[in-house]
Protein backbone atom coordinates (compact mmCIF):
# COMPACT_ATOMS: atom_id res chain seq x y z
CA UNK A 1 0.00 0.00 0.00
CA UNK A 2 1.28 3.67 -1.28
CA UNK A 3 2.18 5.82 1.85
CA UNK A 4 0.89 8.41 0.09
CA UNK A 5 -2.63 6.93 -0.04
CA UNK A 6 -5.49 9.21 0.53
CA UNK A 7 -9.24 8.81 1.15
CA UNK A 8 -12.35 10.79 2.15
CA UNK A 9 -14.97 10.20 3.62
CA UNK A 10 -18.74 11.24 4.74
CA UNK A 11 -19.45 11.66 8.24
CA UNK A 12 -23.30 11.23 9.76
CA UNK A 13 -24.21 14.87 9.33
CA UNK A 14 -23.56 14.54 5.66
CA UNK A 15 -19.87 16.38 5.61
CA UNK A 16 -16.76 15.35 3.66
CA UNK A 17 -14.23 14.36 5.72
CA UNK A 18 -10.81 15.63 4.88
CA UNK A 19 -8.62 13.57 2.78
CA UNK A 20 -6.22 11.93 4.84
CA UNK A 21 -2.37 10.57 3.95
CA UNK A 22 -0.24 8.46 4.91
CA UNK A 23 3.02 8.31 6.34
CA UNK A 24 5.79 6.41 6.17
CA UNK A 25 6.67 5.36 9.46
CA UNK A 26 9.82 3.31 11.40
CA UNK A 27 8.76 1.71 14.48
CA UNK A 28 10.62 -0.72 17.36
CA UNK A 29 9.61 -3.84 18.69
CA UNK A 30 10.47 -7.00 20.61
CA UNK A 31 8.83 -10.50 19.85
CA UNK A 32 7.12 -11.91 23.04
CA UNK A 33 8.82 -14.76 23.27
CA UNK A 34 9.10 -14.76 27.27
CA UNK A 35 5.85 -13.59 27.09
CA UNK A 36 4.37 -14.55 30.92
CA UNK A 37 2.00 -12.67 33.56
CA UNK A 38 3.93 -13.74 37.37
CA UNK A 39 3.20 -10.62 38.67
CA UNK A 40 0.98 -7.71 38.78
CA UNK A 41 1.76 -4.09 38.23
CA UNK A 42 -1.63 -2.97 36.76
CA UNK A 43 -4.67 -3.89 36.81
CA UNK A 44 -5.07 -5.93 34.09
CA UNK A 45 -2.54 -8.15 35.01
CA UNK A 46 -3.70 -11.43 37.09
CA UNK A 47 -1.01 -14.26 37.97
CA UNK A 48 -3.36 -16.60 38.68
CA UNK A 49 -4.98 -16.55 34.72
CA UNK A 50 -3.09 -18.52 32.45
CA UNK A 51 -1.34 -17.21 29.52
CA UNK A 52 -0.29 -18.83 26.33
CA UNK A 53 2.98 -17.59 24.95
CA UNK A 54 2.83 -18.97 21.55
CA UNK A 55 -0.62 -17.31 20.87
CA UNK A 56 0.52 -14.10 22.58
CA UNK A 57 3.67 -14.44 19.94
CA UNK A 58 1.02 -15.39 16.55
CA UNK A 59 -1.06 -12.52 17.52
CA UNK A 60 1.93 -9.80 17.79
CA UNK A 61 3.61 -11.74 14.60
CA UNK A 62 0.07 -10.18 12.63
CA UNK A 63 1.35 -6.77 14.31
CA UNK A 64 4.09 -6.95 13.00
CA UNK A 65 3.71 -8.52 9.42
CA UNK A 66 1.08 -5.26 8.91
CA UNK A 67 3.53 -3.13 9.70
CA UNK A 68 5.06 -4.32 6.72
CA UNK A 69 2.44 -4.68 4.64
CA UNK A 70 1.75 -1.15 5.11
CA UNK A 71 4.93 0.17 3.73
CA UNK A 72 6.51 0.88 7.35
CA UNK A 73 9.89 -0.10 8.90
CA UNK A 74 10.19 -2.80 12.00
CA UNK A 75 12.96 -2.75 13.86
CA UNK A 76 13.90 -5.17 16.25
CA UNK A 77 15.58 -5.73 19.80
CA UNK A 78 16.16 -8.57 21.66
CA UNK A 79 14.06 -10.23 23.70
CA UNK A 80 15.43 -10.82 27.35
CA UNK A 81 14.39 -14.00 29.55
CA UNK A 82 13.91 -12.67 32.73
CA UNK A 83 11.56 -9.34 31.50
CA UNK A 84 8.48 -10.53 30.12
CA UNK A 85 7.66 -6.94 29.40
CA UNK A 86 10.33 -6.13 27.05
CA UNK A 87 7.64 -6.79 24.33
CA UNK A 88 5.99 -3.65 25.09
CA UNK A 89 8.47 -1.90 23.54
CA UNK A 90 6.53 1.62 23.70
CA UNK A 91 7.56 2.39 27.52
CA UNK A 92 11.43 1.83 26.43
CA UNK A 93 12.11 5.21 25.04
CA UNK A 94 11.02 8.63 23.54
CA UNK A 95 12.50 9.67 20.23
CA UNK A 96 12.63 12.56 17.93
CA UNK A 97 14.61 13.84 15.92
CA UNK A 98 17.57 11.04 16.41
CA UNK A 99 17.66 11.83 20.42
CA UNK A 100 16.40 8.86 22.36
CA UNK A 101 15.50 9.65 26.19
CA UNK A 102 16.09 6.56 27.98
CA UNK A 103 13.44 4.81 30.71
CA UNK A 104 13.47 4.54 34.33
CA UNK A 105 10.90 2.57 35.28
CA UNK A 106 8.59 2.70 38.08
CA UNK A 107 8.12 -0.59 39.29
CA UNK A 108 11.32 -2.62 39.97
CA UNK A 109 10.22 -5.69 37.64
CA UNK A 110 10.58 -3.73 34.64
CA UNK A 111 14.13 -1.72 35.47
CA UNK A 112 16.50 -4.23 33.82
CA UNK A 113 14.73 -2.79 30.87
CA UNK A 114 16.23 0.04 30.63
CA UNK A 115 19.77 -0.38 29.91
CA UNK A 116 18.92 -2.92 26.79
CA UNK A 117 16.97 0.01 25.43
CA UNK A 118 19.87 2.15 25.84
CA UNK A 119 22.21 -0.09 24.62
CA UNK A 120 20.46 -0.88 21.73
CA UNK A 121 19.96 3.01 20.76
CA UNK A 122 23.32 3.99 20.72
CA UNK A 123 24.45 0.89 18.51
CA UNK A 124 21.80 2.43 16.20
CA UNK A 125 22.92 6.03 15.72
CA UNK A 126 20.60 7.80 18.28
CA UNK A 127 21.49 10.33 20.90
CA UNK A 128 20.69 8.61 23.71
CA UNK A 129 19.77 10.27 26.91
CA UNK A 130 19.75 8.66 30.67
CA UNK A 131 16.92 9.62 32.69
CA UNK A 132 17.29 11.15 36.09
CA UNK A 133 13.45 10.74 36.78
CA UNK A 134 10.81 8.26 36.64
CA UNK A 135 9.38 7.72 32.90
CA UNK A 136 8.46 5.07 31.10
CA UNK A 137 9.05 6.35 27.80
CA UNK A 138 6.63 6.78 25.05
CA UNK A 139 3.89 4.85 27.44
CA UNK A 140 3.77 8.64 28.86
CA UNK A 141 4.82 11.10 26.33
CA UNK A 142 3.30 11.46 22.84
CA UNK A 143 3.92 13.92 20.08
CA UNK A 144 1.20 16.16 18.98
CA UNK A 145 2.36 17.93 16.26
CA UNK A 146 5.04 20.52 17.90
CA UNK A 147 3.71 19.54 21.62
CA UNK A 148 4.55 17.03 23.84
CA UNK A 149 1.85 15.43 25.77
CA UNK A 150 2.69 13.79 29.00
CA UNK A 151 0.79 11.95 31.74
CA UNK A 152 0.61 11.92 35.08
CA UNK A 153 -0.33 10.01 37.83
CA UNK A 154 0.49 6.67 38.35
CA UNK A 155 3.94 5.98 36.34
CA UNK A 156 6.09 8.53 35.05
CA UNK A 157 6.38 11.43 37.97
CA UNK A 158 5.94 15.24 37.32
CA UNK A 159 9.54 15.91 37.01
CA UNK A 160 9.90 14.24 34.09
CA UNK A 161 8.16 16.66 32.29
CA UNK A 162 9.95 19.10 32.88
CA UNK A 163 12.92 16.35 32.24
CA UNK A 164 11.45 15.86 29.07
CA UNK A 165 10.97 20.01 27.92
CA UNK A 166 14.61 20.32 28.47
CA UNK A 167 15.79 17.29 26.61
CA UNK A 168 14.01 17.82 23.38
CA UNK A 169 13.33 21.69 24.08
CA UNK A 170 9.43 21.56 22.88
CA UNK A 171 6.31 22.95 25.18
CA UNK A 172 5.40 19.96 27.74
CA UNK A 173 1.22 19.61 28.12
CA UNK A 174 0.81 17.84 31.59
CA UNK A 175 -2.02 15.69 32.22
CA UNK A 176 -3.41 13.74 34.87
CA UNK A 177 -4.43 10.38 34.73
CA UNK A 178 -7.15 9.30 37.28
CA UNK A 179 -8.38 5.62 36.32
CA UNK A 180 -6.05 2.74 37.46
CA UNK A 181 -7.64 0.80 34.51
CA UNK A 182 -5.44 3.26 32.15
CA UNK A 183 -2.23 3.58 34.14
CA UNK A 184 0.21 5.25 30.98
CA UNK A 185 -1.38 8.22 28.53
CA UNK A 186 -1.19 5.84 25.48
CA UNK A 187 -4.41 3.56 27.10
CA UNK A 188 -6.28 6.70 27.06
CA UNK A 189 -5.17 9.06 24.41
CA UNK A 190 -3.68 8.29 20.40
CA UNK A 191 -2.37 10.25 18.18
CA UNK A 192 -4.22 9.87 15.01
CA UNK A 193 -1.80 12.34 12.89
CA UNK A 194 1.68 11.83 13.06
CA UNK A 195 2.98 14.52 10.90
CA UNK A 196 1.23 17.59 11.04
CA UNK A 197 2.05 20.97 8.87
CA UNK A 198 3.17 24.53 10.59
CA UNK A 199 0.25 25.94 11.93
CA UNK A 200 -2.12 23.04 12.25
CA UNK A 201 -3.39 21.26 15.38
CA UNK A 202 -2.46 17.38 15.45
CA UNK A 203 -5.74 15.05 15.44
CA UNK A 204 -6.14 13.10 18.48
CA UNK A 205 -8.75 10.87 20.01
CA UNK A 206 -9.12 10.13 24.18
CA UNK A 207 -11.28 8.69 26.79
CA UNK A 208 -12.04 12.34 28.80
CA UNK A 209 -13.31 10.30 32.01
CA UNK A 210 -9.89 8.90 31.78
CA UNK A 211 -8.40 12.39 32.83
CA UNK A 212 -8.60 14.62 36.16
CA UNK A 213 -10.81 17.70 35.36
CA UNK A 214 -8.19 20.19 34.91
CA UNK A 215 -6.45 17.90 32.07
CA UNK A 216 -10.34 17.38 30.39
CA UNK A 217 -10.57 21.46 30.15
CA UNK A 218 -6.98 21.60 28.99
CA UNK A 219 -7.44 18.36 25.64
CA UNK A 220 -11.29 20.83 25.06
CA UNK A 221 -9.27 23.62 24.92
CA UNK A 222 -6.22 22.68 22.47
CA UNK A 223 -8.16 20.13 20.64
CA UNK A 224 -11.38 20.86 20.03
CA UNK A 225 -11.58 18.86 17.19
CA UNK A 226 -11.05 15.79 19.07
CA UNK A 227 -12.32 12.23 18.76
CA UNK A 228 -14.37 11.68 22.55
CA UNK A 229 -14.26 7.99 22.70
CA UNK A 230 -16.92 5.92 24.70
CA UNK A 231 -15.57 3.72 27.85
CA UNK A 232 -16.99 0.73 26.48
CA UNK A 233 -14.02 0.92 23.22
CA UNK A 234 -11.80 2.48 25.65
CA UNK A 235 -11.46 -0.52 28.23
CA UNK A 236 -10.70 -3.11 25.50
CA UNK A 237 -7.59 -0.85 24.71
CA UNK A 238 -9.24 0.75 21.68
CA UNK A 239 -7.14 3.69 22.39
CA UNK A 240 -4.23 1.70 22.40
CA UNK A 241 -3.62 2.30 18.63
CA UNK A 242 -1.13 2.84 15.95
CA UNK A 243 -2.12 5.79 13.14
CA UNK A 244 0.55 6.66 9.95
CA UNK A 245 -2.08 9.48 9.08
CA UNK A 246 -4.59 7.41 7.37
CA UNK A 247 -4.21 3.82 8.73
CA UNK A 248 -5.49 3.37 12.63
CA UNK A 249 -4.34 0.02 13.58
CA UNK A 250 -6.82 -0.97 16.69
CA UNK A 251 -8.44 -3.19 18.72
CA UNK A 252 -11.25 -5.67 16.50
CA UNK A 253 -13.97 -5.08 19.78
CA UNK A 254 -13.43 -0.89 19.82
CA UNK A 255 -16.50 -0.98 17.22
CA UNK A 256 -17.89 2.45 18.40
CA UNK A 257 -14.11 4.04 17.54
CA UNK A 258 -14.25 1.86 14.02
CA UNK A 259 -17.40 4.01 13.48
CA UNK A 260 -15.60 7.55 14.72
CA UNK A 261 -12.88 6.84 12.60
CA UNK A 262 -14.32 6.26 9.42
CA UNK A 263 -16.56 9.25 9.46
CA UNK A 264 -13.47 11.29 9.94
CA UNK A 265 -11.72 9.78 7.17
CA UNK A 266 -9.28 7.34 8.40
CA UNK A 267 -9.29 3.70 7.38
CA UNK A 268 -9.12 1.67 10.75
CA UNK A 269 -7.36 -1.69 10.32
CA UNK A 270 -7.90 -4.16 13.53
CA UNK A 271 -5.74 -6.71 15.41
CA UNK A 272 -6.76 -8.92 18.07
CA UNK A 273 -3.87 -9.11 20.48
CA UNK A 274 -6.04 -9.79 23.46
CA UNK A 275 -3.29 -12.24 25.13
CA UNK A 276 -0.71 -9.52 25.31
CA UNK A 277 -3.80 -7.63 27.03
CA UNK A 278 -3.66 -9.86 29.75
CA UNK A 279 -0.51 -7.82 30.40
CA UNK A 280 -1.86 -4.69 30.31
CA UNK A 281 -0.83 -4.17 26.88
CA UNK A 282 -1.91 -3.22 23.50
CA UNK A 283 -1.17 -2.11 20.17
CA UNK A 284 0.61 1.50 20.67
CA UNK A 285 2.58 -0.35 23.76
CA UNK A 286 4.21 -3.04 21.39
CA UNK A 287 5.47 0.13 19.10
CA UNK A 288 7.95 2.73 19.87
CA UNK A 289 8.21 5.35 17.20
CA UNK A 290 11.26 5.81 15.62
CA UNK A 291 12.11 9.45 14.29
CA UNK A 292 15.29 10.39 12.54
CA UNK A 293 18.61 8.55 13.11
CA UNK A 294 19.47 5.23 11.44
Request: one cysteine or more; a negative charge.
Amino acid sequence: MSTSETATASSQSGEVAPARTAHHRRYLMCKPSYFTVNYSINPWMEPANPTDTANAVAQWQKLYDLYLELGHEVELIEPLADYPDMVYTANGGFVIDGRAYVPSFYYEQRRGEAPAFADWFRANGFDTVMPKEINEGEGDFLLAGSVILAGTGFRSAGDSHREVSEVFGREVITLTLVDPRFYHLDTALTILDPVVEPGQTAGIAYLPHAFDEASQRILAERFPDAILVADEDGAVFGLNSASDGYNVIISPRATGFEKQLRERGYNPLTVDLSELLLGGGGIKCCTLELRGAR
